[in-house]
């Protein structure tokens, strides 16, 4: 099981980016795909996730609204498109999949078997 993170870089306050995460040896259809983010000095927290069958969504509030997850199954991967972005929003970014499929457990980092390594997105104002 595999999960890549790109895309981070620096960004101006209000400015937009892309984070992609490739997917590969999950069971066929059975997991969620979320993003994660971790910042100086913070806890990682729950940003996003999508259920690879039927792409059912959830978001953090802080992100409600700015950032959108999706996912190509022809491609394997999973998107999250990140606008109006904050100084706040500066942190390392994780992408995980878990296969409980429960929507309360989406949000919480230890339901999340596998993980990516991070990328860095960072906001300047």
């Known amino acids: 099981v595999q999960l890549q993170a790109s895309g981070g870089g620096p960004v101006r306050t209000g400015g937009s980016l892309r984070l992609s995460c490739a997917v590969s040896?999950?069971?066929?259809?059975?997991?969620?795909v979320g993003w994660f983010r971790q910042g100086p000095g913070k806890d990682r927290e729950f940003v996003a996730a999508?259920?690879?069958?039927?792409?059912?969504?959830d978001y953090a509030g802080s992100v409600k609204g700015r950032f959108t997850i999706s996912r190509d199954t022809a491609k394997n991967a999973v998107y999250l498109a990140m606008n109006s972005l904050k100084p706040e929003d500066t942190a390392l970014y994780y992408c995980?999949?878990?296969?409980?499929?429960?929507?309360?457990?989406?949000?919480?980092?230890?339901?999340?078997?596998?993980w990516g390594q991070g990328t860095q997105v960072t906001v300047s104002s």
């Open positions: 040896g999950l069971p066929s259809g059975r997991f969620v």
């Open positions: 999508i259920a690879w069958r039927g792409g059912t969504t």
């Open positions: 995980a999949a878990e296969g409980t499929l429960i929507r309360s457990s989406w949000s919480t980092p230890s339901q999340y078997d596998y």
